[in-house]
């Protein structure tokens, strides 16, 4: 289900009624050397599927996590680059979900 935003002639963009993606990231400090690093794994919440998991931790801080995500979504074909900052189309289709846990072995 969606709806469409309209302008007088033709439709500018559809925003889905209910998220087709869960985004979950896990960041992990490393205290000794002062680095932040990440692992994310996506879930299509429709066919329940995954759509990707991270294969090793990345390195990045704060909600760099999201950013990879989207990156890969991306790469999979499934967003488009020029819908990256359309927050009310993002934030209608993913559901975000960061942890931040306190070993390395816990980013997955």
């Known amino acids: 289900m969606s709806y469409a935003i309209k302008s007088e002639k033709k439709t500018i963009m559809t925003i889905p009624k209910s998220p087709q993606y869960l985004v979950e990231g896990w960041k ?3 205290k000794v ?3 932040t690093y990440h692992t994310v794994m996506i879930t299509d919440l ?4 995954q759509v990707y998991k991270s294969p090793s ?4 801080y704060g909600e ?3 950013h990879t995500a989207y990156n ?3 790469k999979a074909g499934l967003v ?3 819908d990256r900052f359309n927050h009310e189309l993002n934030r209608a289709r993913f559901i975000y979900r ?3 846990v306190n070993r390395k072995k816990d980013l997955f």
């Open 28 to 30: 992990w400090f490393d």
């Open 57 to 60: 931790v990345v390195y990045g």
């Open 64 to 66: 760099q996590w999201q």
């Open 98 to 100: 960061g942890t931040e």
């Open 80 to 82: 488009k680059e020029e």
């Open 33 to 35: 050397n002062g680095n």
């Open 46 to 49: 429709k066919t329940g599927k």
């Open 72 to 74: 890969e979504l991306k």
